[in-house]
């Protein structure tokens, strides 16, 4: 990677932060009203997985930042100039896989609004991996799982139904 697509990188993860503030700081006390799910407890609200999803954000984009900054460090001042054919190879086959990608994430929101949740994840996630090259069967199952335990959350925790 040159520092030009590093530097990239660190911006999208100072986006990410700050979005992440925003939401946490603003959208979410004044968007959502608090609800108690276990009576007046005071322990999990309707605030809860909103606030557990922007911190995981947050904190994945903090590591991001973190992780470009040492690459960022670590480069040399004198980098060679790849092949122009070869990068633009690698330019239109990442292009191509990101349009087949996102066409799989419309597919995926008209599959959940149409059959669930439990129909829409079995298929779309290992499409995904699969145009994305992955062939190591520790990630398809490792999505299973992930979808196991999004739906148990979602049916038994929270009470959202996930079945049509």
């Known amino acids: 990677m040159d520092k030009k ?4 990188e660190i911006y999208v993860g100072i986006f990410l932060v700050v979005l992440c503030l925003v939401i946490a700081l603003y959208l979410i006390p004044n968007q959502i ?7 007046n407890s005071g322990g999990i609200n309707t605030r809860s997985f909103p606030y557990l999803a922007t911190a995981i954000i947050g904190v ?5 930042i973190i992780s ?3 690459k960022y460090a670590k480069l040399d001042k004198t980098e060679k100039v790849e ?5 633009v190879d690698k330019n239109l086959k990442g292009e191509i896989q990101a349009v087949i990608i996102f066409a799989l994430f419309l597919v995926y929101g008209i599959l959940f609004d149409k059959f669930g ?3 829409s994840s079995i298929l779309i996630p290992p499409s995904v991996l699969f145009v994305l090259g992955s062939r ?3 990630h398809y ?5 992930f979808n196991i335990l999004i739906f148990l959350i979602f049916q038994f925790l929270l009470n959202i139904p996930l079945i049509r």
Do not use: P, Q, R, T
């Open 33 to 39: 009203a608090v609800k108690s799910s276990f009576g």
């Open 5 to 8: 697509s590093i530097s990239k």
């Open 83 to 87: 092949n122009n054919g070869e990068v």
């Open 68 to 70: 470009y900054a040492i």
């Open 60 to 64: 994945s984009a903090l590591v991001h």
């Open 136 to 138: 190591n069967k520790f």
């Open 117 to 119: 949740f439990i129909l």
């Open 141 to 145: 199952i490792s999505i299973f799982i």
